[in-house]
């Protein structure tokens, strides 16, 4: 462990050039940065992955923000299966 001296701590850094920060961080992720030469900044992050960035777009939290408020103001009711007719399945839509 490193010595607690206002709100920071020193660490060495092992043969292997990692740092430990602590089992309590074990699994996140972290954005490195380095404004100079010896000094770096390590701040936790969250990654979006590229094939989920589509959901972070405006329009899609718009629509997403919609349908939960709809979902906490509309109660549930139960659906009677028997009323409800069937599409074929060459893929017509079912009628009403």
Known sequence: MGALLNQQVIKSIGAS??????????????LVEMPEPGVWVIRTATVVPDNEQWIHTPAIKKDLSYALDWGQKTPARATDLSKLKMAKANGTKRKT
């Open 17 to 30: 050039g990692q740092i430990s920060l602590g089992k309590e961080h074990a699994g996140r992720q972290v």
